[in-house]
């Protein structure tokens, strides 16, 4: 039987502050560096839920609604919703706090996946994540929806394949 792990022993929380070398000219957060806290953050979640060396398969959309100031303290939050036979979708939340001001907010978040390999660079097999929470579950439920859209749009999927989708590309069920 294939081992199973909780969705919470993949938990990493990751706090940064933001100095003048993370910003751009008008003194925010580049973007770039958020996603490079993002990618480590999440690689970490995947690592803990493997036990294995893994490397980033597919981003999602990450959009960036607020500016981060410098000298905010960013937290960055992150899971393993659910993982498929090698690859693990890993769901990270962002939060900016200005610490004198006593505000804080959650930045943004975003969906990644990584797939466990071996020391070749082969996929290999990773354990079944079990949610316990409510959000675990919501967020585990949603997560094959991600998956077959992530890997239609990478042209790694037929459409008339991705079942959970078939509303969205309004296909019928004997539609090819
Ligand atoms: C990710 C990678 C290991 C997949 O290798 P592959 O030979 O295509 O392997 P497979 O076709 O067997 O797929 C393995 C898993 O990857 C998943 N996968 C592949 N491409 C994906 C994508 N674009 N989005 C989401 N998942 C993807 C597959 O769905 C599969 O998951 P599953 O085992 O849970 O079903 C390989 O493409 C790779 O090493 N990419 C480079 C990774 C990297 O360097 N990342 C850093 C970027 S700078």
Do not use: C
Not at 85 to 102: C, F, K, Q, R
Not at 106 to 132: C, H, L, R, Y
Not at 151 to 174: C, H, Q, T
């Amino acid at each position: 039987m294939r081992k199973q792990k909780k969705v919470s022993e993949s938990y990493v929380i990751m706090t940064e502050l933001v100095l003048p070398n993370d910003t751009n000219t008008l003194h925010n957060l580049m973007g770039g560096k958020m996603m490079h806290w993002m990618d480590i953050v999440s690689a970490i979640a995947a690592q803990k839920h493997s036990n294995r060396i893994v490397v980033t398969a597919s981003v999602d959309n990450v959009s960036f609604a607020e500016s981060i100031k410098l000298g905010n303290v960013v937290t960055l939050e992150a899971k393993v919703t659910r993982a498929f036979s090698s690859s693990m979708e890993v769901h990270i939340v962002v939060y900016a706090e200005d610490i004198p001001s006593g505000k804080k907010v959650m930045s943004n978040q975003a969906f990644f996946t990584f797939v466990a390999v071996d020391q070749s660079g082969k996929a290999i097999d990773v354990p079944e994540a079990v949610p316990e929470t409510e959000e675990e579950i919501r967020l585990y439920d949603g997560a094959l929806r991600r998956r077959q859209l992530r890997l239609v749009l990478a042209g790694r999927m037929k459409p008339s394949e991705a079942n959970e989708l078939r509303s969205i590309f309004d296909l019928k069920e004997d539609q090819e």
